[in-house]
Every structure is written in C-alpha cells, then in structure tokens.
C-alpha cells in the first residue's frame, strides 16, 4: 500500500468511530419522537437532560483523554474511546426509562470527551500537509452520516432496533484501529526516534521531504527535552533544599510561563473560540432539535408535518461536508473561514427577521410563507456546514505545538463540553420563552463576536507542516530547503560577478 492509502486506513478508523458519535448526536431526535405519545412519558426537564446529558461526561472524557494519548499513545487511546460509545448503545437496547437513557447518554458523553481532543490530533499527526485539511474535512462528512443515517433508521426502526444499527460503527472503529500503527509524533515525543522513524516512513513515505519534516521535528524534541530535563533537575535540587512547598508553587509557576507562551495562549485562544463557534452554529442542536426548530420556523402544527424537511437539511450537511473536502483543498483557510462565518450569521438573521414579520402579519398567506423559511434554512445550513463544521476539526488540530499539544487540546476542549450542556440543556426553553427567533439572535450575535476574535489571531494554515505553525506563532521565520538553495546560488552569483 502506498502512503496515501495507509494514511486513509487511519483516517477511515477515526471516521468511524466520529459517525458513530454522529448518530449518538441525532438519535435524542428519533427517541423523543417515538416516545412523544408514550409508553415512557418525556417531559420538556427529561429531554434537555438527555439531550445535555453528553456534555457533563465529556468534560471527564476531556480531562481523562490527555492523559491517556500522552501515556499510552494516541492509537491505544484512541481504541478506548469507542468502547464506551459501544455501551452505551447497549444501554440503549436494554432499557426502558429515563435513568437508563441518561446513563446510556453519559456513556456517550465520555466516549465523545475521550474522543474529541484526540480525533483531530490523530489525523493531524498521521497525515501529510497536502491531504491533511481533505482527511480533517472527513470528520465533517462523518459527523453529518451518522446523524442523517440515525434519522433515516430512527424513520423505519424501532428506536431499539435503530441503537443495534447505530452500535456497528464503534464496532468497526475497533477493528481498524487495532490494526493502526502509533502515531509518529507521539513517538517522538516519547524519545523513541527509531521506533518514529519506521512509524513514520510507513504511513508518509521515505521522500526528501519526508526525512526534513521528520528531521525538524526530531530536533526541535531534542531542543525540548535538553530544556526538560535541566528543569527537572533543577526541581530536584528545589525538592532537597527547600522543600516541597516551593516545589509546587515553581510548577504552578511553570504552568502560568507555559500559558504566557505566544505558541501556546494564541492556538488556545484560536481552538476556544473556533469550539464556541462550532457550537453555538448548530452543530449538536440541529440534529437534536432540528424538526421542533423546523415546526417553529416552518410555522407547522406538529413534528410529523416536518418530516421531509428535516430529511432534506440532514442530507443537506452530508453533501456539503463532502463539498467542503474539496473547498479545503483549494482556498485558504481564512476565505473559507470568514465567508462561511459571514453566511452563516446573515442567514440566521434572515431567517429570525422573517419569523418576527410573519407574527406581524407583514406577508399575505401564500405559498411565498412557506417557500421562503425554508429556503432560508437551506441556506442556512449551506453557509454553516460548507466551513465552520469542517473548519472546526482543521484548525483546532493544526494550531498546537508539539510539546504542548495535549494540554492545549485538553484546554480548549474543555469548553466545548460546558458549551454544548448550555446550548443544549438551554434551548427548549429558549425556545419556549424568546422563541426560535429570539434564540437565532442570540447565536448570530456570538457567532459574530467569534469571527472578529478569528480574524485578529488565525494565521493561514494551508499546505503548512506542524512544525512551520508552531514556528510561525514563536514568531520565527523558517526558510524551505528550496528557498535556501536559490539564496545560496544567488549568493555564488553574486561572488563570481
């Protein structure tokens, strides 16, 4: 196998378990529906609890996945994140009240906190620079498979028979995992060079471009490690001479120097805000209460009059996270960025500003009410899931340096989950007190407030290596082995003259 198909074994195994996650996202939708009539009577308090329920354990997950992938590697932690999401579909098939759908929800929300600060990093690290924006843009596609399938299954099954179908992606997660390499970045980390070395002509190849990549990459863990180990010596002497007091105030004081590093506040910043946009957009609260906001929107008098419109925006976000692989290969960073950003907020807008007029009885009754929410919608999901869905997976995992890759990832994370209980647990009753509308505002406003932050601090990342990005924000200016030859031979030019 070449190295183009190797990198695509790894990115399939992660691809898995992410629409497997994906159907976890759009399943609340299939069992509040079924169960709206009976037999296990859902109140408005039950179903924010289960819809948010993913968030409080993802936060465990976010916390427990640094130490796993740093410990033990990014394969093997990688490989334990599908087993809870496994469980969970169990949970799912065996119970029958709302404690068991809880906890079939925590069991979710650990698989995806272990998940989350890892997927990224995985493919971020295993993939050449040239393919690793398309390989980041397929956790997108999977993320809107796994919902668009859940509520396809969810429209034929049971909401049983839909968690058996649902289990089979962590299952086939598993197996192709198990038989992945590590990750060669984390080799490296870990001082196992040799071991990096075959890691790494195995799933990129043995070109000169190749060995200079890994090559800086050894060194500047060489430089890390020399910086590392005359610290912790340093620690021991401070351990011996004044005491274990001191010893924790120095590494409180390691970790403030480690936050007012410009490689490490500015990605942190970049990955928080990129998370909260990412959020805030719809990404979880679409598949979940997609067809009460389409009722809302739609002006329809029950979920079951919304049925092929919803159908239609979660086929909708599987095309355009196919679309957007194409999108990251050929425009940058930022103009997908801030294009989809801009959209998505005018469409938000749009589609607020039209529900308040229709309430005010501005527009006769017409085809025209029913054509024009919808197609506003359409848009809507266009403009979001073309770039900031997609964009979230890319840049949060090509902004952190090597040496604090982990804590970095665990950092901004760490606000995905507390923003995804929010908007979660907080929006049916948005919905009932502002109404849709009114909670359109609200999200359209953060969203805009997010995109001036990105605009400040996200440099371009597009065709560069992990290595040049963390250079880039250390401020240092890395000249190519190609640049520095044309220089050298003008240089001789210039000499013979």
């Known amino acids: 196998m070449g190295p183009f198909i190797k990198q695509s074994w790894v990115v399939l195994g992660a ?13 609340p939708a299939v069992l509040f529906a079924q169960l709206k009539h009976g037999p296990i009577l859902l109140t408005d308090h039950h179903t924010s609890w289960i819809a948010s329920a993913v968030g409080a354990m993802g936060i465990v997950g976010n916390f427990i996945s640094p130490i796993l992938m740093t410990r033990f590697g990014r394969q093997k932690a990688h490989l334990l994140s599908t087993v809870p999401a496994l469980l969970g579909w169990v949970v799912f098939v065996l119970g029958n009240s709302v404690p068991a759908f809880l906890f079939a929800r925590l069991l979710h929300g650990l698989a995806l906190g272990l998940r989350t600060p890892l997927a990224a990093i995985l493919v971020a690290e295993y993939t050449d620079p040239k393919y690793r924006g398309a390989f980041l843009g397929t956790f997108a596609i999977s993320l809107g498979l796994g ?34 390499p590590e990750s060669p970045s984390w080799l490296v980390s870990k001082g196992k060079f040799e071991e990096a070395k075959k890691a790494f002509r195995w799933v990129r190849g043995d070109g000169q471009e190749q060995r200079e990549e890994l090559q800086a990459m050894i060194e500047a863990q060489k430089e890390e490690m020399k910086s590392s180990e005359q610290k912790r010596l340093e620690e021991t002497k401070t351990i011996t001479c004044k005491g274990v007091v001191k010893t924790v105030l120095d590494s409180i004081k390691e970790v403030l120097r480690i936050f007012k590093k410009k490689e490490f506040y500015k990605p942190a910043i ?6 909260v946009i990412f959020e805030f957009g719809g990404a979880h609260m679409v598949p979940a209460y997609g067809n009460l906001i389409l009722q809302s929107v739609l002006d329809k008098d029950s979920i079951e009059d919304v049925n092929w419109q919803f159908t239609v925006i979660d086929l909708l976000r599987t095309v355009c996270a196919f679309l957007a692989i194409f999108l990251l290969k050929y425009f940058k960073r930022r103009t997908i960025l801030f294009s989809s950003g801009i959209m998505t907020v005018l469409s938000l807008t749009s589609v607020s500003a039209f529900v308040y007029m229709r309430r005010a009885e501005w527009f006769p009754n017409t085809w025209f009410i029913d054509a024009i929410p919808m197609s506003l919608m359409v848009l809507y999901t266009l403009s979001f899931c073309l770039g900031l869905v997609p964009l979230n997976w890319v840049i949060c995992g090509e902004i952190f340096p090597l040496a604090y890759r982990s804590l970095g990832s665990t950092l901004s994370t760490s606000f995905l989950t507390p923003s995804f209980v929010v908007s979660m647990k907080t929006a049916p009753h948005m919905y009932r007190s502002i109404g849709v509308e009114g909670a359109f505002l609200v999200y359209s406003a953060l969203l805009a407030l997010g995109l001036v932050i990105m605009y400040v601090l996200l440099p371009e990342t597009k065709d560069r ?16 082995s190609e640049v520095q030859a044309r220089l050298i031979e003008h240089k001789d030019i210039v000499i013979v003259k």
């Open 15 to 27: 691809a898995l378990n992410i629409a497997g996650h994906g159907c976890a996202h759009g399943y």
């Open 147 to 180: 919902i668009f399938l859940s509520h396809i299954w969810g429209a034929y099954l049971t909401w049983k028979m839909t968690s058996v179908v649902c289990a089979m992606f962590p299952l086939a997660a598993m197996a192709i995992i198990s038989l992945s």
């Open 270 to 275: 970049i990955a928080i805000t990129m998370l």
């Open 465 to 480: 290596t992990l290595q040049d990005i963390e250079d880039s924000f250390k401020g240092k200016v890395r000249v190519d």
